[in-house]
């Protein structure tokens, strides 16, 4: 079955087509940076051998965040706390892209405004669900910094060992 067949995906190569889905958990502390449990659990999955798997979704900075517990990849703590699952996942032969994430317009205005405060922003004031939160659109400028911000994270995320990164760009969040 071609299932159990090797492949490569950009400059990994993998023992088989079996890819380990990202999964939202919400185990990060409320600073956004994952524990001992990340490394264990991402450990657990790496046990076959030449595995892709992809993290759960992770905030590119505060302002993209909006949803607790969420871990990060904007700053030094956060970098180390991945590089340890990085590491651990490494040492079984497998590999690991890191799934980046901005919340927009899908965010909760009650954390963004506790852990900022930040506004709540998207493409345009349109709500993430109907009689939702209306976001404010982001200006010219602000796309720019998302641009940046992604590029940043891309970057925080090769110094925390990852082997590629993906861009969750769906359910309304702020690339959709």
Known sequence: SPLFQPTRVGNVDLQHRIV???????????DHVHGKVAKTYYEQRASTPGT????????IAP???GMPHVPGIWNDAQI??????????????????????????????????????????GPSAVPHTAGGAVPRALTAAEIEEYVTLY?????????????GVE???AHGYLLD
């Open 80 to 121: 180390a706390s991945w590089k340890a699952v990085t590491d651990a996942v490494h040492a079984k032969g497998s590999y690991m892209f890191l799934q980046l994430w901005a919340l927009g317009r899908a965010a909760d205005p009650g954390v963004l405004k506790q852990e900022g405060p930040y506004d709540l922003v």
């Open 167 to 169: 861009v969750h760009s």
């Open 63 to 65: 302002q993209a965040g």
């Open 20 to 30: 380990m889905a990202p999964l939202t958990r919400q185990r990060a502390d409320k």
């Open 151 to 163: 590029a940043q994270a891309a970057r925080n995320a090769i110094a925390a060992g990852f082997d």
């Open 52 to 59: 892709l798997i992809i993290s759960e979704a992770t905030f």
